[in-house]
T-cell receptor, first 111, second 116 residues
Framework: EDKVVQSPLSLVVHEGDTVTLNCSYE??????LLWYKQEKKAPTFLFML????IEKKSGRLSSILDKKELFSILNITATQTGDSAVYLC???????????FGQGTTLQVKP | GAVVSQHPSRVICKSGTSVKIECRSL??????MFWYRQFPKKSLMLMAT?????????EQGVEKDKFLINHASLTLSTLTVTSAHPEDSSFYIC????????????FGAGTRLSVL
């Protein structure tokens, strides 16, 4: 059975800290891995990773995929209170484009 | 990023009534849309894949007669919760697959359904 597992499930940090969120996957016919940020409503797209070892960056956020270890991390440096959200990792499986989501990591950044 | 509009954002209804939720891709055509359900503090659970011009594909355990999906045009998919019960209360989110880049989905803002 395909599955995506995220850790930790929740995290509390202070502004300025750096955090690393983890995502492991076991998916047949793996296509890519996506990261989303969800703040109360719709998940917003952050990154799509298809190749191993190539880091994607957007401001203070970065992510990388290890297809050998079936693992991805999302890094957030110099965290701000606005980074508080649920971060979802999802794997795209097969030719249908179906997303298999992890449980999410709830990040709280305190001032 | 692409814009997906979902309406209504919140609905409260009586048990036994039907509720329709709309999902529109505003600036692109989406042949494929997805409907998810999210329970409190849980991740998104795929309910069905909606394909324009054909029948939806439902995930195991999802009642197709309960959750009617219609994808009549390239920019609109609807989910109708029929004969709603309190256990149907949940957060429903749709997404649209970006054309030519089938690996990325853009999400609507979600609909909070409360069945009394």
């Amino acid at each position: 059975e395909d599955k995506v597992v995220q850790s930790p499930l929740s995290l509390v940090v202070h502004e300025g800290d750096t955090v690393t969120l983890n995502c492991s996957y076991e998916v047949t016919n793996f296509r890519s891995l996506l990261w989303y940020k969800q703040e109360k409503k719709a998940p917003t797209f952050l990154f799509m990773l298809t190749s191993s070892g190539i880091e994607k960056k957007s401001g203070r956020l970065s992510s990388i995929l290890d297809k050998k270890e079936l693992f991805s991390i999302l890094n957030i440096t110099a965290t701000q209170t606005g980074d508080s959200a649920v971060y979802l990792c999802a794997s795209v499986s097969g030719n249908t484009g179906k997303l298999i989501f992890g449980q999410g990591t709830t990040l709280q950044v305190k001032p | 990023g692409a814009v997906v509009s979902q309406h209504p954002s919140r609905v409260i209804c009586k048990s036994g009534t039907s509720v329709k939720i709309e999902c529109r891709s505003l600036d692109f055509q989406a042949t494929t849309m997805f409907w998810y359900r999210q329970f409190p503090k849980k991740s998104l659970m795929l309910m069905a894949t909606s394909n324009e011009g054909s029948k939806a594909t439902y995930e195991q355990g999802v009642e197709k007669d309960k959750f009617l999906i219609n994808h009549a045009s390239l920019t609109l998919s609807t989910l109708t919760v029929t004969s709603a019960h309190p256990e149907d209360s949940s957060f429903y989110i749709c997404s649209a697959q970006w054309p030519g880049q089938r690996l990325i989905q853009y999400f609507g803002a979600g609909t909070r359904l409360s069945v009394l």
